[in-house]
Nanobody, 122 residues
Framework: QVQLVESGGGLVQTGGSLRLSCAASGRTFSRYAMGWFRQAPGKKREFAAAISRSGGTIIYADAVKGRFTISRDNAENTVYLQMNSLKPEDTAVYYC???????????????WGQGTQVTVSS
């Protein structure tokens, strides 16, 4: 069982930056691949980024590639999402999630946080 708590969301202007954090409970954090997903109002939850257990393999959605950076600190049981050059279309609730297998598919993830709101003003 893994419990996830996101933080770091907020209101930012277009072109600004935010860093999201996701703290995991338990001693098994390093056994899980981690992902960030987002859900805009009226839209389905979509993949943003994922990182393998060791952090050695990373994948991004095309919409965020080159602007977002996912990283993890297994000693601190935390995964991060650095978001730069933010756009109004990045406005969404951002969720972190844990999976047994490194994947970009939402269905692969077993544990989810409550989400943190990111709002980008134009």
């Amino acid at each position: 069982q893994v419990q996830l708590v996101e933080s770091g969301g907020g209101l930012v202007q277009t072109g600004g930056s935010l860093r999201l954090s996701c703290a995991a409970s338990g001693r098994t954090f390093s056994r899980y691949a981690m992902g960030w997903f987002r859900q805009a109002p009226g839209k389905k939850r979509e993949f943003a980024a994922a990182i393998s257990r060791s952090g050695g393999t990373i994948i991004y959605a095309d919409a965020v590639k080159g602007r977002f950076t996912i990283s993890r600190d297994n000693a601190e049981n935390t995964v991060y999402l650095q978001m730069n050059s933010l756009k109004p279309e990045d406005t969404a609730v951002y969720y972190c999630a844990a999976a047994q297998i490194y994947d970009s598919n939402l269905s692969a993830y077993d544990y989810w946080g409550q989400g943190t709101q990111v709002t980008v003003s134009s």
